[in-house]
C-alpha cells in the first residue's frame, strides 16, 4: 500500500510539531522517519496512524482519502518502543488476540488462528516460546513478539516507533538486521521512528530527515550521507569538523592554510565554513607545502580496528577529530602519540551557501 501524506500541520497549544510536512511512501518500500528528539516524527507516525488527527492536510492510502478514518479501518500494524504486550497472556494469546477480537463475521476458525500464530512464531523464530509469559522473555524477544503481534491482523501498513530504543546496542544491532531481513522476505510498506543514524542508514531503503517540524531532505542511505543537503543533515548524519575560511580564486583559506578548492564555490565568498568528515582528514608527520593545517595530537583512542586522533590547531582555532583504520596509522602516520605535532589535510570539504545547497570541495 502507498501512502500519500500532504501538507500535514499539527499544533499542541502554541507549539507547532509539524509545518506543512509532505511525503510519499511507495507500497512495499521501508522509510525511516530520522531526526532529534522533539522533531515532529513521532507526531506524524500517529497521524498515519489515526492515533492523533491533523489540525489540516491529507493522507491518501493507495491514492484514498484516509484523513478521517478511524485508526481501526486503516489496516495498520502499530509497534510501540515498550513492547505494549499484555502480560497476563501467553506468547501465543498475545499474537492471537488481534484476531480472536474481530467481530464475529470477519474472525477466522480457531485451527486457522492456531495456524497463523505458529506460523508468525516461526517467521520471527520464536516459536519455542508460545506458552510463556512475557516476564519470563529478555527484551528482544518481547520485541519482536510485538512486531509478530501486529503482523497477525495483516496490515498493509506497518508503522515501528523506536522500535529498539529500549534495548542495549549489541540487542540492537541484531534486531535491526533482522527487521531489514524480515522486510525483504514480507514487502510490508514500513515506516519506522529513529533518532539513531546507524540504525536508518543500515536498515531503510530510504531516509527523511526531519528538524523542528519539517523535512530538510529525503533520499536513500547513500544520497543523505554522501549529499547531505544542509549543514543540519550533514552534522546530524555522523561526526563532522568546522573549518572556518574563505575562498578566493579556487583556493581555499584556512588559517594559515591554503588548499586547491575544486566545486561550484562562490569565489567572492568572504567567510566560509567547510564541513570535513574526521575520515576526510589526512595527518602527516612532515608539513606539505601550504596545504595542511599544523596540529598537535590530545589523545589516541583505539576503537577495535579504528584510530582516533584528538587534534588541537596551533592556530588556536579549535580541535578536530580524525579517523583511520589502524593500518594506515601504523604504516603512514607511523604511529603518532600524544603530545606530538602534526600536519592536517582535508581531503574531501564541503560547502553550503547561504540557500544550504551544498558544494564538493575535493584535494
Same mark, same amino acid.
Given at each position: 500500500?502507498?501512502?500519500?501524506?500532504?501538507?500535514?500541520?499539527?499544533?499542541?497549544?502554541?507549539?507547532?510539531?509539524?509545518?506543512?510536512?509532505? %511525503?510519499?511512501?511507495?507500497?512495499?518500500?521501508?522509510?525511516? %522517519?530520522?531526526?532529534?528528539?522533539?522533531?515532529?516524527?513521532?507526531?506524524?507516525?500517529?497521524?498515519?496512524?489515526?492515533?492523533?488527527?491533523?489540525?489540516? *492536510?491529507?493522507?491518501?492510502?493507495?491514492?484514498?482519502?484516509?484523513?478521517?478514518?478511524?485508526?481501526?479501518?486503516?489496516?495498520?500494524?502499530?509497534?510501540?518502543?515498550?513492547?505494549?504486550?499484555?502480560?497476563?497472556?501467553?506468547?501465543?494469546?498475545?499474537?492471537?488476540?488481534?484476531?480472536?477480537?474481530?467481530?464475529?463475521?470477519?474472525?477466522?476458525?480457531?485451527?486457522?488462528?492456531?495456524?497463523?500464530?505458529?506460523?508468525?512464531?516461526?517467521?520471527?523464530?520464536?516459536?519455542? %516460546?508460545?506458552?510463556?509469559?512475557?516476564?519470563?522473555?529478555?527484551?528482544?524477544?518481547?520485541?519482536?513478539?510485538?512486531?509478530?503481534?501486529?503482523?497477525?491482523?495483516?496490515?498493509?501498513?506497518?508503522?515501528?516507533?523506536?522500535?529498539?530504543?529500549?534495548?542495549?546496542a549489541k540487542v540492537r544491532k541484531d534486531l535491526r538486521r533482522w527487521l531489514r531481513r524480515l522486510h525483504d522476505e514480507l514487502h510490508v510498506t514500513s515506516v519506522?521512528?529513529?533518532?539513531?543514524?546507524?540504525?536508518a542508514l543500515e536498515v531503510a531503503d530510504r531516509i527523511v530527515v526531519l528538524n523542528q517540524g519539517q523535512i530538510e531532505q529525503i533520499g536513500t542511505p547513500d544520497?543523505?550521507?554522501?549529499?547531505?543537503?544542509?549543514?543540519?543533515?550533514?552534522?546530524?548524519?555522523?561526526?563532522?569538523?568546522?573549518? !572556518?575560511?574563505?575562498?578566493?580564486?579556487?583556493?581555499?583559506?584556512?588559517?594559515?592554510?591554503?588548499?586547491?578548492?575544486?566545486?561550484?564555490?562562490?569565489a567572492g565568498a568572504s567567510a566560509t565554513i567547510f564541513y570535513v568528515r574526521p575520515h576526510e582528514l589526512e595527518v602527516l608527520r612532515r608539513p606539505d607545502g601550504?596545504?595542511?593545517?599544523?596540529?598537535?595530537?590530545?589523545?589516541?583512542?583505539?576503537?577495535?580496528?579504528?584510530?582516533?586522533?584528538?587534534?588541537?590547531?596551533?592556530?588556536?582555532?579549535?580541535? %578536530?577529530?580524525?579517523?583511520?583504520?589502524?593500518?594506515?596509522?601504523?604504516?603512514?602516520?607511523?604511529?603518532?602519540?600524544? *603530545?606530538?605535532?602534526?600536519?592536517?589535510?582535508?581531503?574531501?570539504?564541503?560547502?553550503?551557501?547561504? !540557500?544550504?545547497?551544498?558544494?564538493?570541495?575535493?584535494?
Open positions: 500500500m502507498s501512502i500519500a501524506i500532504s501538507n500535514i500541520v499539527k499544533t499542541f497549544g502554541g507549539f507547532t510539531a509539524l509545518k506543512g510536512v509532505s %511525503l510519499e511512501v511507495e507500497a512495499g518500500e521501508l522509510v525511516a %522517519l530520522l531526526g532529534p528528539s522533539g522533531c515532529g516524527k513521532t507526531t506524524l507516525l500517529r497521524i498515519i496512524a489515526g492515533l492523533d488527527a491533523a489540525d489540516s *492536510g491529507t493522507i491518501l492510502f493507495d491514492g484514498e482519502d484516509a484523513t478521517r478514518r478511524h485508526v481501526g479501518e486503516r489496516q495498520v500494524g502499530f509497534v510501540f518502543q515498550h513492547y505494549a504486550l499484555f502480560r497476563h497472556m501467553t506468547v501465543f494469546e498475545n499474537i492471537a488476540f488481534g484476531l480472536r477480537v474481530r467481530p464475529r463475521a470477519q474472525r477466522p476458525a480457531e485451527k486457522e488462528i492456531q495456524r497463523k500464530v505458529h506460523d508468525l512464531l516461526s517467521l520471527v523464530q520464536l516459536d519455542w %516460546l508460545a506458552q510463556r509469559y512475557p516476564a519470563q522473555l529478555s527484551g528482544g524477544q518481547r520485541q519482536r513478539i510485538a512486531l509478530a503481534r501486529a503482523l497477525a491482523v495483516e496490515p498493509k501498513v506497518l508503522l515501528l516507533d523506536e522500535p529498539f530504543g529500549a534495548l542495549d519506522f521512528v529513529t533518532h539513531d543514524q546507524e540504525e544520497e543523505v550521507y554522501d549529499h547531505p543537503a544542509t549543514p543540519f543533515v550533514y552534522q546530524f548524519l555522523g561526526d563532522v569538523n568546522l573549518f !572556518h575560511g574563505r575562498v578566493h580564486e579556487d583556493q581555499a583559506h584556512i588559517g594559515e592554510a591554503e588548499l586547491k578548492a575544486r566545486g561550484q564555490l562562490n601550504s596545504q595542511a593545517v599544523r596540529a598537535w595530537v590530545r589523545d589516541v583512542r583505539r576503537v577495535g580496528s579504528v584510530i582516533r586522533l584528538q587534534l588541537e590547531r596551533l592556530d588556536g582555532h579549535g580541535t %578536530l577529530e580524525a579517523e583511520m583504520p589502524r593500518e594506515r596509522y601504523e604504516d603512514e602516520v607511523h604511529a603518532v602519540q600524544k *603530545g606530538e605535532q602534526v600536519f592536517v589535510r582535508p581531503k574531501n570539504m564541503r560547502v553550503f551557501s547561504e !540557500h544550504h545547497h551544498g558544494s564538493g570541495v575535493k584535494d
